[in-house]
């Protein structure tokens, strides 16, 4: 295994870095406070081409490998969540499917306009009945002549306000359970589609989440995405695509938290002296360094086994799960070593905190991960 990076790769992640700094991390307040990222910032993430790290170059996109795009995803999760949700959701789930699954005629169709972030993409899973047994999805997709009709509703959709194109799930033969799910691909004018009202979040701020309502939606045969029947099992494969990135972006700020904990237990002072002297504050620091290693060296691995179109639906869970831990245990003690600055609002350490929490609940609670890595483990062992 190389993880070692192209010196392409590597300017690109000093670009993002600057960017970061410059551009982003200087809004990341009214990010907060407005829950809503600037039109001008998102502007300038379509000019680094942010918005096409998933799609081939012969779409408009980077085409980044997926080591490559989680070293760009590990910069983006430097700042404020909120905003590389944004961006995650859109190269993740929100087009990879149609990237892997996609007819020519649909990555013509969609790829372009979505590398240019002129069209952002969404995934619709999740309903009020089908949250973690997403095979027990109740919208249904019925045959009409050349098209489709769907009924039903999805729930927590990211970016659903925002974006034009999303790959939505319907059973077409509900009697054959998870067998009888189909992929779509939507677009927002297509009638019959509704976005429902934008949900108040503890964190993520800036990043939007609404429900979806399908009533009589109208979706043209030729947009099924892959084939019908197939669309749980591809499910999967988006997802377990997805969490690498997610995974690369917890990474990202668990970085950013350690840098911050170390740079103020030494500027800190307690009863004559930083509070870096104090033990304690040595092995919070320890274990936090120690645990992000290890989540970075499991990343990559994840990373370039899927590059080599290795299977990794039970190492992507593996990597979804303690990814998801590891930000939650830095963050923690992240807090703890900043004491009361920690917990007040304006400074970043409680906002990544709270950003922190969802990470062990969407794209797959940690307990499915779980769930997941057990039953490939049997497979495995049969």
Not at 289 to 315: C, F, H, M, P, S
Request: hydrophobic fraction near 40%.
């Amino acid at each position: 295994m190389d993880f070692n990076l192209s010196p392409e790769i590597i300017q690109m992640k000093a670009m993002v870095r600057d960017f970061i700094r410059e551009q982003v991390e200087p809004l990341a307040s009214t990010i907060e406070s407005e829950d809503r990222v600037p039109e001008s910032l998102l502007q300038q993430s379509r000019e680094l081409g942010l918005f096409g790290l998933s799609i081939p170059e012969a779409y408009g996109g980077l085409g980044l490998s997926m080591v490559d795009k989680c070293a760009v995803f590990e910069e983006l999760g430097q700042t404020i969540n909120g905003y590389t949700t944004i961006l995650g959701a859109h190269n993740g789930i929100g087009s990879v499917g149609i990237v892997a699954f996609g007819t020519d005629e649909q990555k013509t169709r969609y790829l372009p306009k979505m590398a240019r972030g002129e069209w952002i993409g969404a995934f619709a899973l999740t309903e009020p009945e089908a949250g973690s047994n997403a095979a027990a999805l109740k919208s249904r997709a019925v045959r009409r002549g050349d098209r489709y009709v769907i009924n039903g509703q999805k729930i927590y959709t990211t970016n659903a306000p925002e974006a034009q194109v999303f790959t939505v799930m319907a059973a077409t033969d509900p009697e054959r359970g998870p067998k009888g799910i189909t992929a779509f691909i939507v677009e927002k004018s297509f009638p019959g589609f509704r976005v429902g009202t934008v949900e108040k979040k503890m964190g993520l701020h800036g990043s939007h989440t609404a429900a979806l309502f399908f009533e009589d939606l109208e979706v043209p045969q030729e947009n099924v995405l892959g084939r019908e029947g197939e669309g749980y099992v591809n499910a999967l494969k988006i997802l377990a695509n997805g969490r690498a990135g997610l995974a690369a972006r917890s990474l990202g700020s668990c970085q950013y938290l350690l840098d911050r904990s170390l740079r103020y237990a030494q500027e800190r002072h307690q009863f004559g002296k930083p509070i870096f002297e104090q033990q304690i504050i040595q092995h919070y620091l320890a274990d936090m360094a120690t645990e992000i290693e290890a989540l970075r060296a499991l990343t990559y691995r994840v990373a370039w086994l899927a590059d080599q179109g290795a299977n990794v639906v039970k190492e992507a869970a593996m990597l979804k799960l303690y990814g998801s831990e590891v930000y939650n245990r830095v963050a923690d003690k992240a807090v703890q070593i900043h004491g009361g600055m920690g917990y007040i609002a304006d400074f970043p350490i409680e906002r990544f905190y709270r950003d922190a929490r969802i990470t062990r609940i969407y794209e797959g609670t940690s307990e499915i991960q779980k769930n997941i890595i057990a039953a490939q483990l049997k497979k495995e062992a049969d």
